[in-house]
């Protein structure tokens, strides 16, 4: 965790907000990826996928509502976003669901790190461990192993 004395590089409510306004824009970019993940599979597989957005999309409006209601800046979502990769058949929307949630846990450790407020910490802890619970659904579905990572969002050694 970062220094959270007073001294440089101390944590204050800006850098909450700095790392909550990064973790909204994770948001965003997975609420429009599931659009492209969902399009691509049927059945049941579609319906993980809807879910997950929806998700996405909650976790997106109450870190919206919690920035705004601090008066900080509110990022919005792009028009689109590029793609890791082009996404033709099931395993590939499978492996983007991954791509999506691995992004959203390295936002939410980063709000780890930088929270000072222990209802945004736990915000953080519970949104990690959803996201990491949907990306093990996502890795197996693409045959990826292992399908779960000992510390999620952090980088793999």
Known sequence: MADDTNGPGALDESTEN????????????????YGVVGAALAGDARKQA???ESAHRDVRDRVS???AGREA???DA???YALPFPVLSEVDAAALGAVLEDGVERA???????ATERSTRELAVGVLGAAELRAVAWRAAAGQT????????????
């Open 50 to 52: 809807a879910d997950a």
């Open 18 to 33: 700095a790392a909550l306004g990064a973790a909204l824009a994770a948001e965003h970019a997975a609420v429009w990826g």
């Open 78 to 80: 792009e028009g689109a």
């Open 108 to 114: 939410w450790v980063r709000v780890l790190d930088q």
């Open 65 to 67: 509502e919690l920035l």
């Open 146 to 157: 292992p399908v779960t990572r000992a510390f999620p969002g952090l980088p793999e050694q």
């Open 73 to 75: 800046d509110v990022v």
